[in-house]
């Protein structure tokens, strides 16, 4: 297993097009996690998924972002009508969460998508 | 509202030097406090601290969790310029999910 994989891995859009970024976890890992990191600032929530289920999303995420597990392995994050404002590094992480084992674990980072939105 | 603070915000030195990153946390639950080096792309797991007073050691780093002041530091000793990266720490909660992430400190190593 390489670790986690992104794809792409820089993306240039102009502002109003749509884009979707891959994730590819760890294989054995049954959590994934989104982020979104800016210059300068730790990761920011976006969502999170437990096998194939979407459990939790950040009040940040608005209605133009979609995040989909749809068999438990890879995810896919899409931005509909992109705004400059989501220029950003986009972080995937996943993790192995034991069953009955309280807390999130060590998260495994992929190398990241950065977002330019001209 | 839970947060972690991370101090000073960027720090360089001289190769050779001894650096001491903190991170103070106010989170409800708290579970574990965890640190991570940032290079240029994606972060990389260091240290994983669940208990207060037991340092955690890997190389020249080092990093403790004080639970009563609620604090964790990172020390790295004989800094090396490939030390020179964004150093971020999270602490996890009860939540069964959410870490709660610093802004990180970067850490620039001079030769």
């Known amino acids: 297993d390489t670790g986690v994989s992104q794809d792409p891995r820089h993306k240039i859009t102009k502002r109003g097009q749509n884009v979707t970024f891959r994730c590819d976890p760890i294989?054995?890992?049954?959590?994934l996690y989104w982020y979104r990191q800016t210059l300068g600032q730790g990761p920011e929530f976006l969502t999170y998924?437990?096998?194939?289920?979407?459990?939790?999303k950040s009040r940040l995420l608005s209605d133009r972002f979609s995040a989909e597990r749809p068999k438990g392995s890879f995810s896919t994050l899409e931005i509909q009508r992109t705004e400059q404002g989501d220029s950003a590094m986009y972080l995937c992480?996943?993790?192995?969460?034991?069953?009955?084992?309280?807390?999130?674990?060590?998260?495994?980072f992929g190398a990241g998508s950065r977002l330019t939105v001209l | 509202e839970d947060k972690v603070v991370q101090s000073p915000l960027s720090l360089v030195v001289h190769e050779g030097d001894t650096v001491t990153l903190n991170c103070s946390y106010e989170v409800t639950n708290f579970r574990s406090l965890l640190w991570y080096k940032q290079e240029k792309k994606a972060p990389t797991f260091l240290f994983m601290l669940t208990s207060s007073g037991i340092e955690k050691k890997s190389g020249r780093l080092s990093s403790i969790l004080d639970k009563k002041e609620l604090f964790s530091i990172l020390n790295i000793t004989a800094t090396q310029t490939g030390d020179s990266a964004v150093y971020l720490c999270a602490a996890t909660t009860d939540s069964n999910y959410q870490l709660i992430w610093g802004a990180g400190t970067k850490l620039i190593i001079k030769p």
């Open positions: 992480a996943s993790s192995l969460q034991l069953a009955g084992v309280g807390g999130a674990n060590v998260l495994t």
């Open positions: 998924f437990q096998n194939e289920a979407q459990l939790e």
């Open positions: 294989s054995e890992h049954n959590r």
